[in-house]
């Protein structure tokens, strides 16, 4: 059984680097992460707007099921943020209508 | 041409379900493909770091981490004899029976695609065919919702969403988080945020303990179930993390992001009480789960028997050893009913015996999980009142952006009563998610205030010619195959 007896939190190994972009701007993920992950752990939590109302989306249920998550991924569009693992280099965009994180 | 991969038994999803399968199906001497959406076995409860940057991982923030390396190894070494062929990063897209012609048996045809395509990633392989004798589908399920107010704001996550984040990445989706909705998995999300160091300012339980008192007979068959419990309790009191019974967020806060939540009271039947309202702010990620919808269009590709749980989610009828009504289709796991990991194990450990011509022996065990689970979902029901919860302009289809009185109008004046015609009519569960996120909540809507989708309704919802989205080059490679 697991683990919830210690009472400290989680000390997960999240040394290294992987270098990537987000529309263009330079960011810094774990190893590991998905870009999703990367994405709201750099303060960036919508990416993409949706096409009747220009509303701001990003993870919401967080296992490729619902779609609102995708982004661009070296130049392959429709990926699903919540599944595709960083890779050092990767050029990620969104289609935010004003291209912003959260204010 | 698409390479295509032969073997006796053929095991859809690497969860607790199909990573059971598989490995009694090899054991029991059959030669087993595995495909899985997934890049690594685990499926969603046993969904872990990768193991490319992470290859010793404890199992900390899960349960039955023993039984899942117990598994894992005898996976491996079944892979190791070349008696499993594993096809991870596929979803299979389509699968079709073939159908038995003379001297021979028949089989299924399983058609898939990368679920990334993404050529960075080391692990993609090119899309394949899968062609078996037997056919175990154990795809799993995802967070069954209820559209409220705001829950279209980004911070709003499904529960097994921030679970899946947490386990998948070791970090959190957020700093101070309210978990909403009914169930006991509620439980194990919040405390593994409280234990990842997040503030878990309420968990919302729209159900009350008392739910629980007709059924504690089963409760007590599965005294597992209490030590879970008895650890989150401790959780919680350690974290003080507020544990809300009758409780609801009614709506969302936020313009751009969520920034809090408005909760209220509720009645038995989840009819808010007024006087009750309450605001929580400064909130950046809320987590709702009202239970599980079982990933059914596989199984219903092939037209199998269905029922109703007791949960109100559409599954497969199966028998002893698993078997659909379809001969040599077998299902174990979330389809045939929301139960949790340990049954999905010991489902998938008789249907992979099964499927490779093994005998079964019924199960004590699974018999007792199974009355844990109907319990369960007693006692807690979706509030039948939870209709009343939307506002008309409230989105229901996240995709395609349609409101609740889009999907009531069409109820009142056309005779919209089912998610097929109500899809026809305004459009939702036509987005690209296919109804996945809305079809429950559609349903409802089509049945009615108060009332719950009958088996028609949901299947209309929940059949979907493609499984997963599929390039252009797919289907006409299908086509030029088929002629
Ligand atoms: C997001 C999420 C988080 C959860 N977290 C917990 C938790 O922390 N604690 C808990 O008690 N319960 C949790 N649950 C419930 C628990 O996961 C299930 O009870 C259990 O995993 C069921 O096992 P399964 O094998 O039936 O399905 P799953 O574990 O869901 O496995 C199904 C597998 O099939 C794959 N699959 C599905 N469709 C296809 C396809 N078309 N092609 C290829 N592969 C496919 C999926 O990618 C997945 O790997 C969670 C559920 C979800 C949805
Ligand atoms: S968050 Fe739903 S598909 Fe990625």
């Not at chain 2, 919302?204 to 007979?217: G, Y």
């Not at chain 2, 313009?255 to 009480?273: C, E």
Request: aromatic share 6%; glycine share 14%.
């Amino acid at each position: 059984m697991s683990t919830h007896s210690s009472g400290e939190t989680w000390s997960v190994n999240t040394q290294g680097a992987v270098n990537v972009s987000f529309d263009g701007r330079p960011l810094v993920a774990v190893p590991g992460q998905n870009i999703g992950a990367a994405l709201v752990s750099n303060g960036i939590t919508a990416w993409r707007s949706t096409r009747k109302n220009a509303r701001p989306r990003g993870l919401f249920c967080g296992i490729g099921v619902c779609f609102d998550c995708l982004v661009t991924v070296d130049g392959e569009a429709n990926q699903r943020a919540c599944l595709v693992e960083v890779q050092e280099g990767m050029e990620i965009e969104g289609s935010c209508a004003d291209r912003g994180g959260r204010a | 041409m698409t390479p295509i991969v032969s073997a006796d038994v053929a095991v859809v999803g690497a969860g607790p379900a199909g990573l059971a399968a598989a490995v009694a199906a090899a054991e029991s001497g059959a030669a087993v493909v595995l495909v899985d959406a997934g890049a690594q076995p685990g499926g969603q409860f046993w969904r872990h770091r990768p193991e490319t940057v992470a290859p010793e991982q404890d199992g900390r923030g899960h349960h039955g981490w023993p039984t899942y390396l117990d598994l894992r190894a005898r996976f491996d070494a079944a892979r190791g004899r070349g008696r499993i062929t594993y096809l991870p990063g596929l979803q299979v897209w389509m699968a079709q029976q073939i159908h038995p012609v003379q001297g021979d048996d028949g089989g299924f045809t399983l058609r898939t695609t990368p679920t990334a395509a993404v050529a960075a990633l080391e692990a993609s392989v090119g899309s394949q065919t899968v062609v078996a004798r037997r056919l175990v589908l154990g795809p799993g399920g995802y967070d069954r919702q209820l559209p409220v107010p705001g829950w279209d704001l980004p911070g709003v996550m499904a529960a097994g969403g921030i679970q899946a984040f947490i386990k998948a990445n070791g970090i959190l989706p957020g700093q101070r988080f309210v978990i909403a909705g009914t169930g006991p998995f509620l439980l194990p999300v919040a405390a593994n945020i409280a234990e990842a160091g997040g503030k878990v300012l309420a968990v919302l339980e729209s159900s009350s303990p008392t739910a629980w008192l007709p059924h504690l007979r089963a409760a007590a068959g599965v005294p597992e179930k209490a030590l879970e419990g008895a650890e989150y309790a401790a959780v919680f009191a350690r974290h003080r993390v507020p544990y809300r019974t009758r409780t609801i967020v009614t709506e969302v806060l936020g313009t751009d992001h969520v920034s809090g939540v408005k909760t209220a009271k509720v009645d038995a039947g989840g009819r808010v009480r007024p006087g009750t309202e309450r605001v929580y702010e400064d909130v950046d990620v809320v987590g709702f789960g009202w239970g599980f919808t079982p990933q059914m269009e596989l199984p219903l590709s092939f037209g199998i028997q269905t029922r109703l749980d007791a949960d109100g989610s559409l599954v497969g009828v199966v028998d002893e050893r698993q078997q659909s009504s379809v001969p040599g289709l077998f299902l174990a796991g979330e389809v045939t009913g929301v139960g949790g990991a340990t049954l999905a194990v010991l489902e998938g450990l008789a249907a992979g015996t099964a499927a490779a011509g093994g005998t079964v022996s019924p199960e004590k065990t699974a018999a007792r999980h199974r009355r844990f689970a109907e319990a369960m979902h007693l006692a807690h029901p979706v509030p039948p009142a939870w209709q009343d919860w939307l506002a008309p302009e409230t989105i229901v289809c996240r995709c395609e952006e349609v409101t609740a009185r889009q999907l009531t109008d069409a109820r009142e004046s056309l005779g919209a009563r089912d998610a097929r015609t109500l899809k026809s009519f305004t459009r939702a569960g036509m987005g690209w998610c296919q109804g996945r996120v809305c079809g429950f909540a559609a349903a409802c809507l089509g049945a009615g205030p108060g009332s719950a989708p009958t088996v028609e309704s949901l299947s209309g919802s929940a059949k979907r010619p493609l499984a997963a989205p599929v390039g252009i080059g797919e289907l006409a490679a299908l086509e030029t195959s088929d002629n």
